[in-house]
């Protein structure tokens, strides 16, 4: 694993992004022609950090959006594997390899933390920890990681290798109708935040952390791994949700065409201590980066704008 501070030769109000990566990511990055972009943001201020209740933190919208508009545009803070490569004894059950893999990931993330700028360590500390069986550092990561693909040579699209924490963006709550999506712009490394509906001032800005066209039974499975229960209307409302989620016109965009490159992403690693680990077997990480490879998905085929306006 090398550590990396990306554009840490900026000036001191730029944005860095502390990297663990595999060999050869950095170089997909420093290759990119103009590689680093500028970092494209909205023209005014559209959000605010907010407490909600029974959520904590969380963004809310300070002006109307409209369907397409972007939102924020943010570096992580921090992105590292999903998975640890570590090595695997012949006789290491499921559980014992997950937590050496995790004891791993503790340990790369202290030295990221003890070489990032102040105020990005304090940053991420501030950030929530609903695994709070994991260590803090490990757990704030499981629990604010976002997917950023692209950046493992060799992997062609969605691979989702790499789980990034960011200041602002990772502070979103979920809702299984969000009006956010993110996309990930390797040339500037970040993120970028678009409304996918239209939003009213004052409106908690809500993003997807799993799979919203699966039944609320199985939603409720994933969230539980965040330590939530969802109370958004489509979980209140499971039966009836759940039948305008399997309608054809639930996966139809009204997005306009301009607008139809943005992608749904989901949380990203919150899934890979429970789902791979616990219920199947085989190399730490594997199912789970498996798993990813679908979350980063055409919009065209996931807005759930319709149902979301009658839910
Ligand atoms: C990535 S953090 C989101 C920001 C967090 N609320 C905070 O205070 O920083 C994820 C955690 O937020 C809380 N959360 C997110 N969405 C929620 C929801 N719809 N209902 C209740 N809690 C939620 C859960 O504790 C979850 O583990």
Redesign the pocket.
């Known amino acids: 694993m090398r550590h990396t501070s990306l554009l840490s030769n900026r000036p001191a109000d730029e944005p860095v992004s502390h990297c663990i990566f595999y060999p050869g990511s950095k170089e997909v990055l420093t290759e990119l022609p103009g590689f680093p972009q500028p970092l494209m943001h909205p023209a005014t201020p559209t959000f605010r950090v907010a407490t909600?209740p029974?959520?904590?933190?969380?963004l809310v919208s300070t002006r109307a959006l409209k369907m397409g508009d972007l939102i924020l545009t943010e570096r992580p803070l921090i992105a590292a594997p999903q998975a640890m490569p570590i090595y695997r004894p012949k006789n290491c059950t499921d559980q014992e390899h997950l937590q050496r893999g995790l004891a791993e990931l503790e340990r790369h993330l202290m030295i990221a933390l003890q070489r990032m700028r102040p105020a990005s360590t304090a940053a991420y500390l501030a950030?929530?920890n609903?695994c709070k069986k994991e260590g803090l550092i490990v757990g704030i990561f499981l629990?604010?990681g976002l997917e950023l693909a692209g950046l493992w040579p060799g992997v062609q699209g969605v691979g989702g290798n790499y789980s990034a924490v960011c200041k602002d963006i990772?502070?979103?709550?979920?809702?299984c109708s969000p009006n956010t999506s993110t996309s990930f712009d390797l040339a500037s490394l970040s993120y970028r935040l678009y409304a996918v509906r239209d939003i009213v001032a004052g409106e908690e800005l809500?993003y997807q952390?799993t799979n919203v066209e699966v039944p609320a039974s199985e939603r409720r499975q994933v969230l539980k791994g965040?330590?939530?229960?969802?109370?958004?209307a489509a979980c209140k409302d499971a039966p009836a949700s759940d039948v305008r989620r399997y309608h054809p016109s639930f996966r139809r965009s009204p997005l306009p065409r301009a607008h139809r490159n943005i992608v749904f992403r989901r949380?990203s690693c919150r899934q890979m201590p429970r789902t791979h680990c616990a219920d199947r077997g085989g190399g730490f990480g594997t199912h789970h980066i498996a798993r990813q490879s679908h979350s980063g998905v055409d919009v065209r085929a996931h807005l759930p704008l319709r149902c979301q306006r009658s839910e």
Do not use: I
Request: hydrophobic share 30%; glycine share 12%; charged share 15%.
């Open positions: 909600f029974g959520k904590g933190m969380g950030l929530a609903s629990t604010n990772s502070r979103l709550n979920h809702s809500t952390y965040y330590d939530f229960v969802c109370a958004c949380r």
